[in-house]
């Protein structure tokens, strides 16, 4: 039997598997809605894995990473669980080795990583608010009427992008209806979206920020050509988009699940197992807590979002 | 007539010494208000301008829980930027609301009228005694750095405590005497010895430990409610933490620390920029050249001074090659993004060490 | 030599200091370059540079003097602390000289006004002109012909909305910061679009602060912000004269979102409340002042 190492980056739009050899090559990889479920969803993930995986790999390894890897790396077992940053940078890194600046735009996170020898230098991560990140994307996308696949081909045809605030999700929403009724061509808008996509990105999350090349472009939205070309022309320089850049995430935490295997062997069954989460609001003191219990097999294994510690 | 009743917003655990001074000065219940929870922040929020800086909103919060406890004087302070001016707004929406109190701003545009307060508290109690007043004021800001300077104390150590919680439990009971003080020498006595107590807890702390620095806006670094509780996860990593801000800094050491701070950061900074924000670049510089390996920078959402000295901040933290990371907290803010981005943090401080 | 070029931004101190700017250095022969307009370029290069979290006013202002990079020897930038203890402004008056400083490698000519310790404006134009290389005289004269020159623009442009108070259209009283009114790419828009409705607009700021500033204590107590005070005294001294009140400001100005509110509550006229941000972003803000501008004339109808 030949070991292979599992990660699982959980993100709020979608879910990422991918199992990886041992020399960190790609054996399995797949793709999926979270559709706020994300144990659902990765129950689904296991099971699309599973039904492919040759039958000469035993896992040795679970990584889990992304805003559900706390939770999902109580169901699956995981050996560790790490946060998204890390786990794109190692990932990268085990593709392009010199990459100096990792700017990633996910579902409802956007972030930017500096690297120098292969050493995370300095990030930052949007100010906890969606604007300009998928997820607003996707709403925009859907309220102009154009699926979200040719949002970025669709914004490469437009000589003019118009002009959209984009600082705000509320702010940009109104704009956009506001430009949609005066009157201005779809390619514009949608080319002037891809574009203060990037202005609101750069005046953000990359304030500040020395961004120098290689430069890797990942998360959902890398996949949006038009996004990429407006990258490209403010930058100055040329962005990477990695066929795998969606993958990232995933890839790294099964590379850190690798380093860090404790010599167990692990199943995919997990179908079987029961797995429940019940919130409710603690009384016992004028904290008032919002808890979440976390209940395996009927068992409850953990407990979060006490101030007290008492639970 | 019926005893009046005094309540004021909370602070950390500040309201152990106004508690204490009040009950010595004035004849009145004193209304510690409830913790803020998230209801204080959902009714603050309600009820608050757009865009006004957090402690607007955990203040207001905390004013309508106590008047809803059948508080009917309420103590707020004023301080060197738009704090000054929350005092007259939120009397006027609590007024609105139809609540029927006194208000008392101990800071009225930016001073301190004595005459004025004076007479307010005579109001209240008739027996108010200014000699009295001013001797419990005394041994109440005694308190005051007594409890900083344990805080500053647990801070460095908490997170390498061998027993969990220990250093907590050790300081609430310093807590739970000091609110039984008779006088000045009594409350000294029982500093001393709490004090010898806590530095007694085992720990154990590597003597090339992570160091970081917090700095940033008042309230947020004062109140844990605000900040999240960041101090805490950052001792779990095990984290040495410096914090400068506290309430007996603003009040008996600022004024002079500012001149030194502007003359150490001369060739970033000129002028005192409001608030705390020259004083935060000042320890930027500090930190940047004694071996600390990050800064935290947090403050809440739109605190004006904090965002005008971020750019200059981060322009110290570059040229040192000190990573900084900074935070803007509102009410709605997410834990979890907060602890995402602290792990991450740790993780980058951790992997420039073993470079 | 050559002679020295002082570049002006025409963005907030503009507005309260550039005429006497320009006449003064004017007097004292330099080369005077206002950077123009305020228009789409500038706007975005003061995003750049500026914090996200920064009021859209402050990013205009680095907007303004990055445009000035490079044209000039020096660039004028006041440090304003107050104009005596209970006249304060707002704290990004204080350290815009130093976040500039930090930001930008141009020179930069400045001078402190705070008059709670004695420094006042008379003595930064002193300093200034020193370090340029004029003699004590030179300046002083220089000073107080501008200043008088000044004044009497002052007046001249008060006595005017003064007189507007008389028309027989629909006023409205526009409260805000004179660098956002009259800005370009701000305020101008507004106030063009309110003319086009053929609304007579006065301005907060063009009233005699003599006035305005200890009749504004009817509205706020302790209001401390010297400008602050100034735009809300307007409202006692013409309330029974216009027919609705607009608040401009820009997101997220500090004072204003505390002092507006405030004075919301209090205030018995109809009224508005436009809060700029970001570039284009005033979507529907056309709609909202024409009904506005239909509920003053129907409260005018009926009030006669």
Redesign the interface.
């Known amino acids: 039997m030949k070991p292979c190492y599992l990660g699982i980056d959980i993100g709020s739009i979608s879910t990422k598997g991918v199992i990886l050899d041992e020399n960190n090559e790609i054996i399995r990889s797949l793709y999926i809605w979270t559709e706020g479920n994300p144990i659902e969803a990765v129950r689904n993930l296991l099971d699309g894995l599973k039904d492919d995986l040759p039958d000469c790999y035993e896992i040795k390894g679970i990584g889990t990473t992304g805003s559900a890897r706390k939770l999902i790396g109580l169901m699956v077992d995981a050996n560790i669980v790490k946060n998204e940053i890390t786990a794109h940078a190692i990932g990268t890194l085990s593709t392009y080795p010199d990459v100096h600046t990792i700017l990633e735009i996910g579902g409802q996170d956007s972030k930017i990583i500096l690297l120098e020898n292969g050493i995370i230098t300095d990030y930052s991560m949007n100010t906890l608010c969606a604007a300009g990140t998928g997820s607003f994307l996707s709403s925009q996308a859907k309220r102009l009427g154009i699926p979200i696949e040719e949002f970025g081909s669709m914004a490469l045809e437009s000589q003019n992008p118009v002009k959209i605030a984009a600082r705000c999700t509320v702010f940009a929403e109104s704009d956009l209806i506001h430009k949609a009724q005066l009157g201005y061509e779809k390619k514009d808008i949608v080319a002037g979206l891809c574009k203060s996509i990037v202005l609101n990105y750069l005046n953000n999350v990359g304030k500040g920020k020395k961004i120098k090349g290689p430069i890797v472009f990942q998360g959902g939205v890398s996949k949006n050509k038009g996004v990429v070309k407006y990258f490209e022309e403010v930058l100055g320089e040329k962005v990477i988009v990695d066929p795998n850049s969606h993958l990232m995430g995933a890839i790294g935490i099964a590379i850190l699940a690798h380093n860090n295997a404790v010599g167990k062997t692990y199943q995919l069954n997990i179908r079987d197992i029961s797995f429940e989460t019940k919130g409710m609001e603690c009384n016992r003191c004028s904290n008032h807590c919002e808890l979440l219990k976390i209940y395996k097999d009927q068992k409850l294994v953990d407990s979060w979002g006490s101030k007290c510690g008492k639970f | 007539m019926s005893k009046k009743t005094i309540s004021f917003p909370h602070m950390g655990n500040y309201s152990i010494p106004v508690e204490y001074l009040l009950h010595h000065i004035v004849d009145a219940n004193i209304l510690i208000a409830?913790?803020i929870?998230?209801?204080t922040i959902e009714l603050g929020t309600k009820y608050s301008?757009?865009?006004?800086?957090t402690p607007?909103k955990y203040t207001l919060g905390t004013f309508i829980e106590a008047l809803d406890m059948k508080a009917d004087i309420l103590i707020q302070a004023g301080g060197g930027?738009?704090y000054?001016?929350?005092?007259?707004?939120q009397n006027?929406?609590l007024e609105?609301l139809g609540y029927q109190f006194t208000y008392i701003?101990l800071i009225?545009?930016?001073?301190t009228d004595i005459c004025k307060i004076y007479r307010e508290f005579k109001k209240i109690d008739s027996h108010f005694h200014i000699i009295k007043a001013l001797y419990y004021l005394f041994v109440t800001s005694k308190m005051v750095k007594y409890m900083d300077h344990v805080d500053d104390y647990i801070r460095m150590n908490i997170g390498f405590e061998i027993k969990k919680?220990s250093f907590i439990h050790a300081n609430q009971l310093m807590l739970e005497d000091f609110k039984k003080a008779k006088g000045f020498f009594h409350l000294r006595h029982m500093y001393l010895k709490h004090f010898r107590k806590i530095k007694k807890i085992p720990i154990e702390k590597p003597s090339n430990c992570f160091k970081i620095g917090v700095i940033g806006e008042l309230y947020t670094l004062m109140e844990p409610f605000a900040n999240y509780?960041l101090e805490m996860i950052l001792a779990k990593y095990g984290i040495e933490v410096k914090r400068y801000t506290n309430a007996h800094y603003l009040l008996f050491e600022k004024k002079k620390e500012v001149k030194k701070y502007l003359k150490y950061a001369r060739e970033?900074?000129?002028?005192?920029?409001?608030?705390d924000?020259a004083d935060n670049i000042g320890r930027t510089k500090y930190l940047c050249t004694h071996d600390y390996d990050g800064i935290i920078h947090i403050k809440s959402?739109?605190c004006?001074?904090e965002?005008?000295?971020?750019?200059?901040i981060?322009?110290i933290c570059?040229q040192y090659?000190v990573?900084v990371?900074?935070f803007?907290f509102?009410a709605n803010?997410?834990k979890?993004?907060i602890e995402?981005?602290l792990?991450?943090?740790y993780?980058?401080i951790e992997?420039?060490r073993?470079? | 030599m050559d002679k020295i070029r002082i570049g002006i931004p025409r963005s907030i101190h503009y507005y309260y200091y550039g005429d006497l700017w320009i006449n003064f250095f004017k007097k004292l022969d330099c080369d005077v370059i206002v950077s123009p307009r305020t228009n789409r370029e500038i706007m975005e290069k003061g995003i750049q540079y500026a914090n996200d979290e920064m009021c859209l006013s402050m990013k205009n202002l680095l907007g303004h003097i990055s445009y000035l990079q490079g044209k000039c020897d020096y660039i004028i930038i006041p440090r304003i602390d107050n104009y005596g203890v209970q006249n304060q402004t707002c704290t990004n008056f204080l350290a815009i000289y130093d976040i500039v400083n930090n930001m930008f490698s141009q020179d930069i000519l400045s001078y402190n006004i705070d008059v709670a310790h004695h420094q006042t404006e008379e003595k930064g134009f002193l300093e200034m002109g020193r370090k340029l290389g004029f003699t004590k005289k030179e300046i002083q004269r220089a000073y107080r012909d501008a200043k008088t020159f000044v004044q009497n623009k002052k007046q001249e442009l008060i006595r005017k909305n003064i007189e507007k108070l008389n028309s027989e259209k629909e006023k409205v009283l526009l409260i805000g910061h004179p660098y956002n009114m009259y800005d370009d790419y701000i305020g101008r828009p507004i106030i063009s679009f309110l003319e086009k409705l053929n609304v007579e607009v006065i301005y907060s700021d063009l009233f005699y602060s003599s006035i305005t500033g200890p009749i504004s204590k009817q509205l706020s107590r302790e209001l401390y912000w010297k400008f602050n005070k100034e735009s809300i005294g307007a409202i006692p001294v013409v309330q029974n004269k216009v027919d609705g009140i607009i608040f401009l400001s820009t997101f997220p100005c500090g004072p204003d979102s505390l002092v507006n509110e405030l004075v919301m509550r209090k205030i018995h006229l109809p009224y508005i409340n436009l809060i700029l941000d970001d570039i284009d972003g005033r979507a529907g803000f056309e709609t909202r002042l024409e009904s506005f501008v239909d509920i003053m004339q129907e409260r005018k109808r009926k009030h006669v």
């Open positions: 409830p913790k929870s998230s209801r301008p757009e865009f006004v800086c607007f930027c738009r000054g001016y929350y005092s007259e707004l006027q929406i609105d701003n009225s545009q930016g001073k919680d509780d970033y900074i000129q002028y005192r920029m409001g608030a924000a959402s739109f004006t001074p965002i005008g000295a971020m750019p200059i981060n322009k570059n090659d990573p990371l900074f803007s509102d803010t997410s979890v993004g995402t981005r792990e991450a943090f993780d980058m992997m420039r073993k470079k």
